[in-house]
């Protein structure tokens, strides 16, 4: 048995622990930039925090998905104002826009000297620059990932920057930042995390360190994500919840993921489909078609008995079998409202080339078994 486990350089979680910000960016550097989401608001006391600590604090938006024009713009605005330090408070998009920066800022260069696929693929030699990741939403466990996506909108492909360096030097995770999260986005990012939850567990590349994470994480996430999407104020539900988007962040970035993010990568780079919300289209689909496919080529297998323990933990129920976690698994996408991929402009037309580009994502080797092109066209069509 060999396996490799990293992530943040320190994590703090709890209610409250946002004010640790201020003190531990005043001992990284005295000029930060602030990476902000859609909506700046949830960020206002750490700038606030901050400047009282005596750290000079500059803004800077992602209003959506990052893209590699973007990162450029951060970069530059990162040295004009001569920071040192890199916050990002918001979602996934936030975050890895501030890992992107903050390897840029270390590295020098373009994103496209670096990153897979459409770049060169340089290696990232220096550590990033200082870097503090809070989450606001729990969903894609971006503060303690290696990795930073970014779309490419003329390439029509999102594609990473990658290295053991971008991992954050401190990740706050404070379950009260996500409290005001609507019950659409509540239920988006929530099956992302569920999903990173489950995908790393089946994985060809499951550790024992990632299995612990992810069972706790799903055993958390199981009947919290109803409830906090029913109720946003119910503070153990969004304890939970983050707990479990933190899980799926560790597990998945020592793990690897599978089907579902093996599509979501082409869906998400081809068209404007939220990430979180094409993860929770595809999720039932992709499982019922992975464990169809290992009952008929491999029934001895270590996956089959993984999903079979992802259903027991999922109903609850002792004797599951794996479709009846499936089962529960569509139930739960029902009550929390999932859009089917048509919903996002998603067509019969689009599956050959969605279904070519899957077939070549990273993400699909850590998928439990080699899925053919019919399968992986089945799981698509039954997503929209």
Not at 168 to 175: Q, S, T, W
């Amino acid at each position: 048995m060999r396996f490799e486990f990293a992530s943040a350089g320190r994590i703090v979680f709890g209610p409250g622990s946002v004010r640790e910000i201020a003190p531990a960016a005043r001992e990284m550097g005295r000029r930060v930039l602030l990476v902000t989401g859609g909506s700046s608001e949830r960020a206002a006391g750490v700038a606030r925090e901050l400047e009282a600590a005596g750290v000079s604090c500059t803004g800077f938006r992602v209003a959506g998905e990052p893209t590699v024009e973007l990162i450029r713009q951060g970069t530059a605005r990162a040295h004009e104002e001569r920071c040192d330090v890199l916050i990002a408070a918001g979602g996934g998009s936030a975050i890895d826009a501030g890992k992107a920066i903050a390897a840029l800022l270390a590295n020098g260069g373009d994103p496209l000297d670096y990153l897979e696929v459409i770049g060169a693929g340089r290696p990232l030699v220096r550590a990033s620059a200082p870097f503090i990741a809070v989450p606001t939403t729990a969903g894609t466990g971006s503060e303690v990932t290696r990795n930073a996506v970014l779309a490419s909108p003329e390439h029509r492909v999102k594609a990473s920057l990658r290295s053991a360096g971008m991992l954050p030097r401190l990740a706050v995770v404070d379950p009260e930042l996500t409290f005001d999260l609507p019950p659409a986005l509540t239920a988006s990012t929530g099956l992302d995390a569920l999903t990173q939850l489950i995908e790393p567990f089946v994985s060809v590349r499951a550790n024992p360190m990632t299995d612990a994470v992810c069972l706790e994480g799903m055993q958390r996430a199981r009947g919290a994500l109803a409830r906090a999407y029913r109720n946003g104020k119910d503070s153990e539900a969004r304890t939970d919840m983050s707990l479990a988007s933190l899980f799926g962040g560790i597990a998945l970035a020592n793990a690897g993921l599978g089907a579902v993010h093996g599509f979501a990568a082409p869906v998400g780079g081809m068209f404007d489909a939220p990430h979180g919300a094409v993860c929770a289209a595809l999720l039932p689909h992709a499982m019922r078609v992975n464990i169809r496919a290992l009952r008929a080529r491999a029934p001895e297998s270590e996956a089959l008995r993984r999903y079979e323990t992802v259903a027991r933990v999922l109903t609850g129920d002792a004797a599951a079998s794996p479709e009846d976690g499936v089962a529960s698994l569509e139930r739960l996408c029902q009550e929390l409202a999932v859009s089917p991929l048509r919903t996002y402009g998603i067509g019969d037309r689009d599956v050959p080339e969605l279904v070519q580009k899957a077939a070549k994502a990273s993400s699909m080797k850590g998928n439990p078994i080699t899925l053919s092109g019919d399968e992986l066209t089945e799981l698509l069509v039954r997503a929209l």
